[in-house]
């Protein structure tokens, strides 16, 4: 069974760039077709899609921070990777990473998420 | 984008009551793209229902999921103490994933 696991800084500096890393373990990047999801949510509100990626680099974001948002694949750490520029205190949230439920399918709810990591923009 | 909006935002039953949510989309869904999240407390959303109506693996029969087009509906048929918790619909007919602002259940 695939499990997820986000990492990186828990504190980010105004106006820097925020990078955070999710890990796969029980399944491979590389070799299952599936859709790599970010999401994230401030404390108390709901949840907010980022973006995704395709096993082939192909990409999605959401319209609202797509001027800002990279995501990225490491197939070599079985790992995809999330990059948020010139942030605010408003992209202070847990950041999830998550896993389609359907291989192959661009079309696909997420069966499968991370435990979510805590990341907070202050000075 | 197309919008979710979730009714009621907060939801005050009793242990072995039928719960009934309802989900509303800014425009028709493609295939009927549907999904129900469950989130608790400190946990990352657990999925319930795709497609609308399909319950997802390891899912209890007490929750089911109705509706087509811009309407739908997640219904809980007799809650157990485990189900009080914050449900969120999500399309995903587009590529870009969009979620409703979610559906507290507490108990009263």
């Known amino acids: 069974q695939v499990q997820l696991q986000e990492s990186g800084p828990g504190l980010v500096k105004p106006s820097q760039t925020l990078s955070l890393t999710c890990t796969v373990s029980g399944g491979s990047i590389s070799s299952e077709d599936y859709y790599w999801s970010w999401l994230r949510q401030p404390a108390g509100e709901g949840l907010e899609w980022i973006g995704r990626i395709y096993t082939t680099g192909t990409t999605d974001y959401a319209p609202s921070l797509k001027s800002r948002v990279t995501i990225s694949l490491d197939k070599a750490n079985n790992q995809f990777s999330l990059r948020l520029t010139s942030v605010t205190a408003a992209d202070t949230a847990v950041y999830f990473c998550a896993r389609a439920l359907f291989h192959s399918s661009s079309s696909s709810p997420l069966g499968s998420w991370g435990q979510g990591t805590l990341v907070t923009v202050s000075s | 984008e197309i919008v979710l909006t979730q009714s009621p935002g907060s939801l005050s039953l009793s242990p072995g009551e039928r719960a009934t949510l309802s989900c509303r989309t800014s425009q028709r869904i493609f295939n009927d793209y549907l999904a129900w999240y469950q989130q608790k407390p400190g946990q990352a959303p657990r999925l319930l229902i795709h497609?609308?109506?399909d319950r997802a693996t390891g899912i209890p029969e007490r929750f089911s999921g109705s509706g087509s087009g811009t309407d739908f509906t997640l219904t809980i048929s007799r809650l157990e103490p485990e189900d009080f918790a914050v449900y969120y619909c999500?399309?995903?007919?587009?590529?870009?994933?969009?979620f409703g602002p979610g559906t507290r259940l507490e108990i009263k």
């Open positions: 497609g609308a109506s």
């Open positions: 999500q399309q995903y007919g587009s590529s870009r994933y969009t």
